[in-house]
């Protein structure tokens, strides 16, 4: 059989994505072994740069998890040699032709496959696909095309895009990434799901009460106050991450592991959505503060934000599956950015015990007697079950108690980078981790009238300072509801 090679084009290779994950992610790869015996990897941007400074550039940033190891700097060495940079234009047929020579040279007449990352700005999205599909794409083999979010700001410039797209290439070409189905316990949902017959027979309104999933960060949007200003917290985090990691919690189980078949499902989830109201979303945004003598910057202290931003860096909304299955349950979501810790996590809220014989041993609080389970997407990964047992000793007093899955001290192997996966799959050609385009529309579909609404009125942002728990306003979404979010109580 004739051997086969991978060509990988990081265009936008100067970016900070690039350094920061892509470039990192793929040496782990190569560490760990997993990338194919014929691989060259190229990075492509406008500036001019030789291999040598690209090499160096690269080597400069791979400060991913490997480079604690022995044997890293040899490995390292011999990564940097099978990357090569090309510089050139993103709408030049030109420029991706010389690219194609080059892959060529290096794919020495073995059945060549191409996997180009877009590492750039979705306004040039289109372009650099139409010139790479027309100049440097593979004939003998497979091409294909990661792109990274924002995928458009609403429904339709998101089908512009995708349409745009589909001009040059197959839906089954393009991987678009959501990375946060990259990430170890999101990936894992399922498995804690479907594989544990404790779980699975309470996936439902019958015996969960609410979900809530959160992401907050520690810091603010400084240095990318640019790009986050026209997006904003509910399309930066909760239109994707927050929204996919709701549909592969809420989908019926499907026919097989297939891609195909978990994505129908997930389809099936985000169409089921009702529409979100604006009564049932809170908007906010991080003022300055002082603490500890140090003063950190408010939202619009950015440079590059505009005075008067009504941009929200954080957000809640309640949310509802109108389907057999969670009828009446809210999903609550949380995002926001500089609050006082970085944490993304899932928490599900069991309902009662049916006449609890321990009722009175609660007193009135019945509710914090509940079970509740935690994913701990990050940091610090761990699932976690909150149970009521009796505190040892003569007297009758309960309390509640974890049984606790702390991956650090379960498991020795370090977790991968969500890139890590993500980009693997791609070069195997696994899609059930990336998005296809009716997923999209359906999310996009679900928030396009919210964000309109928001924008349209006008709403303000209700101020919390950097460094705090986020604005009051989320507590009473939460409790008109009757919930009380976990991480708070
Ligand atoms: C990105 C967002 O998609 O995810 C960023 O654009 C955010 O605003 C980041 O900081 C968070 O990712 P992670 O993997 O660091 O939690």
Known sequence: ERESTVSIT???????????????ALFALYYEDCLPKHFTIFGYARSKMTDAELRTMVSRTLTCRIDKRENCNEKMEQFLKRCFYHSGQYDSEDNFAELDKKLREHEAGRLSNRLFYLSIPPNIFIEVVKSASNSASSKNGWTRVIVEKPFGRDSDSSAALTNGLKQYLEEDQIFRIDHYLGKELVENLSILRFSNLVFEPLWSRQYIRNVQLIFSEDFGTEGR???FDSYGIIRDIM???LLQILALFAMETPVSLDAEDIRNEKVKVLRSMRPLQLEDVV????KSHTKGGVKYPGYTDDKTVPSGSLTPTFAAAALFIDNARWDGVPFLMKAGKALHTKRAEIRVQFRH????LYKRTF??????????LVIRVQPDEAIYLKINNKIPGLGMRLDRSNLNLLYSSRYSKEIPDAYERLLLDAIEGERRLFIRSDELDAAWELFTPLLKELEEKKIAPELYPYGSRGPVGAHYLAAKYNVRWGDLS
């Open 239 to 241: 239109q994707n991450h």
């Open 10 to 24: 990081v265009v936008g290779a100067s970016g900070d994505l690039a350094k920061k994950k892509i470039f990192p």
């Open 353 to 356: 015990v049916p006449g609890n």
């Open 283 to 286: 908007v906010g945004q991080y």
């Open 225 to 227: 106050g640019g790009y």
């Open 363 to 372: 007193g009135t609080d019945l509710d914090r007697a509940t079970n509740e």
